[in-house]
Nanobody
Framework: VQLQASGGGSVQPGESLRLSCAASGFTSDYFTIGWFRQAPGKEREWVSCISSLDGRTYYADAVKGRFSSSRDNDRNTVYLQMNSLNPEDTAIYYC????????????????WGQGTQVTVSS
């Protein structure tokens, strides 16, 4: 089982990025996939997840209305579209496969990608 996060970069405030989480060793649409981020000096925080059951998406208040998660089952990939980025979004972003428990806790996920850096700065 592997998750490969990519798509990070350096952008200016107000710009957009799309992160990808490519899954291998399992069929990603059978699992809820979550996105987390960790800023320097801060704890890892939940950002979003997309449900395996019905494809519903859930977002942290800090990103609601700006971020959206989606799946491409043919590519076995989950995406996080991030719009209207601001400096507070600067962090390493991780995707993870949900296992059990409350989906907004990192402990509920048992497989993690390596992370991709997002930097928002003018």
């Amino acid at each position: 089982v592997q998750l490969q996060a990519s798509g990070g970069g350096s952008v200016q405030p107000g710009e957009s990025l799309r992160l990808s989480c490519a899954a291998s060793g399992f069929t990603s649409d059978y699992f809820t996939i979550g996105w987390f981020r960790q800023a320097p000096g801060k704890e890892r925080e939940w950002v979003s997840c997309i449900s395996s059951l019905d494809g519903r998406t859930y977002y942290a208040d800090a990103v609601k209305g700006r971020f959206s998660s989606s799946r491409d089952n043919d590519r076995n990939t989950v995406y996080l579209q991030m719009n209207s980025l601001n400096p507070e979004d600067t962090a390493i972003y991780y995707c993870a496969r949900y296992y059990s428990g409350s989906y907004y806790f990192a402990s509920a996920y048992n497989y993690w990608g390596q992370g991709t850096q997002v930097t928002v700065s003018s």
